[in-house]
């Protein structure tokens, strides 16, 4: 006995058909393709072929999109993997210090490392741990550019020049 798919209104297959050109969701694009084939009585063992599927794969497909349409176009570990560690109002806090003088924080120095800036959030206590890649990183995604900073040498000696360059 062959399966097929129930027999799918116009409207079902171009919207199937505009999944296939427009969508950027590998699984759904590879379940559409089941699906507009089964529709057009392609036998199961034939998608397999065709596809490199499993029996058992397009067999689910096709009986999912029966049960529940559009929806078994989705897949179903969509939402696995590791919940981000860090807050939106982490990153908040994160950047306001990072836009912030050290000096209106009272704090005895005059701009951000990337090092500095993770003890004062650390210090904070609003976080317990954060490297300095997730901060660079954060600051990245916000449009903030870190840059090492540059010192100067500066003397009120009149000679400083001449001495300068002498050693």
Known sequence: MCIYVRNITNEEETRLKAILRRSDDA????????????AK???VPEICRSFGFSRDYVSDVIHDFDKVGFQALESKYKNCGKEPKFTEDDRRKIIDAALSKPSDLRL????????????????????????????????????IKYRHTKTWKESNDPEFESKKTKY
């Open 27 to 38: 699984i759904k694009m590879k379940r559409a393709q089941i699906i507009l084939a089964s």
């Open 41 to 43: 009585r392609t036998k």
């Open 108 to 143: 005895p120095f005059t701009c951000w490392s990337l090092t500095k800036l993770k003890d004062y959030i650390v210090n904070q206590g609003h976080i317990k741990s954060i490297s300095i890649e997730t901060i660079r990183q954060i600051l990245i995604e916000n449009g």
